[in-house]
């Protein structure tokens, strides 16, 4: 489900990067700077729900995985694909949402991922929704100087 939700945020970003891209073609609304603006802020936001909600899911599975079945203690996602000396000591895991993370725990207090793709799965959802942020505030204050320009008699 939580992949589902990731390719129907990253189609909701697609189509918010077309309605970007149709900026450039004859015809656009005016004021059209305005609509960019909010069009490409739509098109970050889609996009860093859609990095999030992969990051998420891959989270969600991995505390899924752990206790369920046999062979599930320590976490698989903490044991599979590493060797043996990484392996060596683990005492438990440590999830986290926001930030997204998976973190392995050895007995001597030691810590590794069990993913290195959180990292930029991290940094894109917040640079992508600090953007959108952003360009949400760019189109307040277009608003508002358009506004004070109205408003000023000549």
Do not use: Q
């Amino acid at each position: 489900m939580g992949l589902g939700v990731s390719i129907a945020c990253a189609v909701g970003a697609l189509i918010a990067a077309a309605g970007v891209v149709a900026m450039a073609l004859p015809g656009r609304p005016e004021p059209w700077r305005a609509h960019l603006l909010r069009r490409a802020a739509a098109a970050a936001a889609w996009g860093a729900a859609a990095v999030y909600a992969l990051g998420l899911s891959s989270v969600l599975a991995s505390e899924h995985a752990f206790g369920h079945g046999a062979d599930s203690v320590p976490a698989p996602a903490c044991r599979d694909g590493f060797d043996e000396a990484t392996r060596d000591g683990l005492s438990h895991h440590r999830s986290s949402y926001l930030p997204l993370r998976f973190d392995c725990v050895r007995k001597d207090g030691t810590v590794y991922s069990s993913d290195p793709d959180y990292g930029w799965m991290n940094g894109a959802s917040a640079s992508l929704a600090l953007t959108a942020a952003l360009l949400v505030i760019g189109v307040g204050y277009m608003s508002e100087l358009r506004a004070r320009k109205a408003a000023v008699p000549s």
